[in-house]
C-alpha cells in the first residue's frame, strides 16, 4: 500500500539545529548563580575507606557543598533503568556516594564550588586514608573460593539463571555430532561523541528538584533518581534536552543523584559534567562474557540438542546484569529450532566499571559465538552455511522463543538470497572462481594477502516484551491554524525516532510532513509516562501509541467536518490538510478551517487525542549480514572490503533513517570485531586506555564499502507495519568478520577482537 509520509526521505526533524551547531546540549546550559560539581574517585580498584576529612576543602572559599558517603541519604538502589517488571531482577547494591570503592574511579565525594578551578582544589584538599584490598579484575580470580567479596555474594557470583528445555542429555544422545567450543568476547566501551555523565539541577523553593539530563529514558531516570534522594517521584523533574549519542550508556541514572544532591546541599544550580576519561572510568560498558557451546546435531543439519554455559562480568555493581542475562538466555534460545535446549548463565562481579547497556544488549556476544561454531559445523559435515540457516532458523507463523510469542512476519530468506547475490556469494566461494577472481584483483597465488567471504545471521526485538512493561504515551493536537503538536517523551538520542514519530503522526492525520511539530525536548511534567529509549522500541511501541492519538484526534476532526459538510464521517477523508468527501471530492473543507471552528465556535475546543498503552506485541527482525575480507598473513591485519547488510524492518518509516541506522551500526560492529577493547592492568585495576587516543575506533576513512537492502516483511501489529531497526544493524557483523576469516586463510578465532597479533599466533598454530 502506498503512503503519503511514510516511506518517504523526509528531512530529520532536528537535522538544521544540529547541522548549524544551533543544537543546545545539556553540557551548553547555564543557570544564573550555576555552581560546577565535581566527584572525587578512587585511585584503587578495591579498597575500604578508612578515613576521609573533608575540612579543608569545606573551608576553601567558593565552596559551596562537600558530600561523603556520610552525607547522603543511605538508601540502596540500582541505577539500571528498568521499570518494576516480571523480567527485572533489581538488586540494589548502590549508593549516591560510597564508604567502600569497588573499580578505579569509584566515587567516594562530591563537591560543589564557583568556578571548575575551585572544585578541583577542593578535590585535592579531601584526604582519605585507604585499605587496599586485592583487585579481582577477571572473572576466574573473582570466583575463586578465597577471593574476598566485592559485594555480600559467595564466591562474588551476583545471580545465576538456568533454562532447561527438553531432555539436552538425550538430545546429544540422538546426536550424529557434537560440537564443544569456548568463545570470549570483552568489555568494549559506547564512545559517544557527547561524553556520557552530563547533568545540571536545580532546586526550586517548594522541595523539587529540576535535572537537565542527557538521557534515552526521562520518566525511569526520575523514578530511580527520586527513590535514590528519599524524595517522592513528583518531588523530580527531568529535562531531556538533545543528547549527543547514547547507544545504551545512558539507559539509566549515570549521575542524576549527585547533582541534584549538590544542589539540593548548596540551594543554587549545579553542572556536572564528566570528561571524556571519567565517562570511560565511571560509566558503564559492553558486558564481556565467556561462552562454551555445546551443540548436538543430524549429518542433516537437524540440531538435536544445544547448550550454552556463559559467565558474565557484571563489573562492580550489579545495575543490568542479572538481568540482563535474561536477554543473553533469550538469544540464543530463539535462533535455532531445537527440541532440547539448556542454558546456564552466571553473573560475577569484578573491580572494573559496572557494565550495562550498549546497542544490541547480549546479542552481539551470543551471535558471534553461536554463527561461528554454526559454520564450523556446517563446514565438517559439508553443508551449505546459507542451507544450514535456512532450514533451522525459525519464521512467520512459529513461536519464538525469546518472547513464546508467534512470529508476526519474516524477511530472512528474502534478505539471505538478496545480500549473496549481492556480495557475490556463488562465486566467491567456489575455490577455482575465487583464484580467477584474485588474480584478476592483481592476487597472485603466493600473494601473502588472502581474501575470503563470510555471513551471520541474527534476529532481534521491537521492544521488551513481554520481559518488562513497555508503556508509551502521545497526544496530539491540531491547532487553529491546521497544523499539530505531536507531544511525547521523546527520547531520541541522535537515531532519528522523532521523525519517525512524526512521519506516522501526519500520515495519520491526513497533514503534510511539515505542518506536524514534535516536542524534541522530554519534559517529565509535560508528557505522558514513557519507558525511554532502548530495544529498539521507539518506532514500533511509540509509533503505535502515536498512531492511535492521531487517529483519535482523526475522529474528532471528521466528527466536526461531518457537522459542517453536512454527511456522515465515514464518508469522509483527510490529506494533505484537506478533508474531502469520498464520492464527492469537490466538496471539501480545510484542516485549518474545520480546527478554527473548532477553537472559536460556540462550543469552543481543541481538538486533541490521547493514548496511554503498552504496544500490541513484539514483532522480531530479521538480518543477514555478508562480509569480504583481505588477511594479509605476513602482518596478521584484517581489511574489510565490503559488508553487505540486508534487514527485515517491516516497514521502513524513513528509508534514509533507517540506512543510517544500519550503516551507523555496522561502524560499530567492525570495531567490535576488530579493534575495540577496553583494557585494565590486570594488577592494580587502572584502565590502561580511557581516551580516545588509545581506544581504537573506526573514522569514516576506515570505512569499507557498505550496502544496505532493506526487505520490507510487514508486520501486522506495528505502526504502517513498521518493526525495529535500532540496534540490530551491528548485532552480526563481528561473527561475519570472523567467518570471513576463516574462508579467507581456514583459521578460527574465538576471542574478540580479530587484531594482528592473534592472526599471526593463530596461523603460526595452523601451520604446525
Known sequence: MGYAVVGQRVPRVD??????????????????????????????????????????ARSLPGVKAVLTFEDVPKIPWNSAGFPPSPGAILMEDQYILTDKVRYVGDGLAAVAAVDEETANRALELIEVEYEVLPALMDMEAAMAEDAPLIHAAPQNVMAHMPIVIGDVDQGFADADIV??????????????????????????????????????????????????????????????????????????????????????????????????????????????????????????????????????????????????????????????????????????????????????????????????????????????????????HPCAGEVWMWSSWVIESCGLDEGIKRASEAIGWGEKRNKQERLEYAQGNGITADSTKKRGVG???????????????????????INEDGKANLIYSNSDCGQGAGTALTQVAAEELGLNYEDVFITKTADTDVAGFDIGSHASRQAYSGGNAVKKAAAAAKEKLLAMASEILEVPAADLEVAEGMIRVRQEPEREISVAEVSHKAHFGSHGHQIIGAVSEEPPGNPPVYAAQ???????????????????????????????????????????????????????????????????????????????????????????????????????????????????????????????????????????????
Not at 550454552?308 to 543490568?320: L, R
Not at 543510517?660 to 585495576?685: D, M, N, S, V
Not at 573514522?699 to 532493506?710: C, H, K, R, Y
Open 15 to 56: 537535522a538544521r539545529e544540529k547541522v548549524s551547531g544551533r543544537a543546545l546540549f545539556t553540557g551548553d546550559m547555564t543557570l544564573p548563580h550555576m555552581l560546577v560539581g565535581k566527584v572525587l574517585r578512587s585511585p584503587y580498584a578495591h579498597a575500604q575507606i578508612v578515613r576521609i576529612d573533608t575540612t579543608k
Open 626 to 768: 555478508f562480509v569480504e575480507v583481505e588477511v594479509d598473513t605476513e602482518t596478521g591485519v584484517i581489511e574489510v572490503l565490503k559488508v553487505v547488510a540486508a534487514h527485515d524492518v517491516g516497514t521502513a518509516i524513513n528509508p534514509a533513517v533507517v540506512e543510517g541506522q544500519i550503516e551507523g551500526a555496522i561502524q560499530q560492529g567492525i570495531g567490535y570485531a576488530l579493534t575495540e577493547e577496553y583494557r585494565y592492568h590486570p594488577g592494580t585495576g587502572k584502565p590502561l586506555n580511557a581516551n580516545f587516543t588509545d581506544y581504537k575506533i573506526l573514522t569514516a576513512v576506515d570505512m569499507p564499502e557498505v550496502e544496505t537492502i532493506l526487505v520490507e516483511a510487514s508486520s501486522e501489529s506495528g505502526p504502517f507495519g513498521a518493526k525495529s531497526v535500532g540496534e540490530s544493524g551491528l548485532v552480526a557483523t563481528a561473527a561475519a568478520i570472523a567467518n570471513a576469516v576463516y574462508d579467507a586463510v581456514g583459521i578460527r578465532i574465538k576471542e574478540l577482537p580479530l587484531t594482528p597479533e592473534k592472526v599471526l599466533a593463530a596461523l603460526e598454530q595452523k601451520g604446525n
Open 179 to 392: 560440537f564443544e567450543d569456548t568463545y570470549y568476547v570483552p568489555k568494549v566501551y559506547q564512545v559517544s561523541m557527547e561524553p556520557c555523565g552530563v547533568a545540571m539541577a536545580a532546586p526550586d523553593m517548594d522541595g523539587r528538584v529540576t535535572i537537565w539530563t542527557s538521557t534515552q529514558m526521562p520518566h525511569l531516570v526520575r523514578g530511580i533518581t527520586a527513590h535514590a534522594l528519599g524524595l517522592s517521584t513528583s518531588q523530580v523533574r527531568i529535562i531531556k534536552p538533545p543528547v549527543g549519542g547514547a547507544f545504551g550508556s545512558r539507559l539509566g541514572v549515570v549521575n542524576e543523584p549527585i547533582a541534584a544532591l549538590l544542589a539540593i546541599k548548596a540551594g543554587k544550580p549545579v553542572m556536572l559534567k564528566y570528561s571524556r576519561e571519567e565517562s570511560f572510568l565511571a560509566t558503564e560498558s559492553r558486558h564481556p562474557i565467556k561462552m562454551i557451546l555445546k551443540t548436538g546435531i543430524k549429518k542433516d543439519g537437524t540440531f538435536t540438542a544445544r547448550q550454552m554455559t556463559a559467565y558474565i562480568d557484571g563489573g562492580a555493581y550489579a545495575t543490568h546484569t542479572p538481568s540482563f542475562a535474561g536477554p543473553v538466555a533469550g538469544w540464543f534460545l530463539a535462533m535455532y529450532k531445537s527440541p532440547n535446549i539448556k542454558v546456564d548463565n552466571y553473573s560475577v562481579y569484578t573491580n572494573s566499571t559496572q557494565c550495562g547497556a550498549f546497542r544490541g544488549y547480549g546479542n552481539p556476544q551470543v551471535v558471534f559465538a553461536v554463527e561461528s561454531q554454526v559454520d564450523d559445523i556446517a563446514a565438517a559435515l559439508g553443508l551449505d552455511p546459507l542451507e544450514i540457516r535456512l532450514k533451522n
Open 455 to 477: 555471513m551471520a545471521y541474527m534476529m532481534h526485538v521491537s521492544g521488551a516484551r513481554p520481559m518488562l512493561h513497555e508503556t508509551s504515551a502521545a497526544v496530539v493536537k
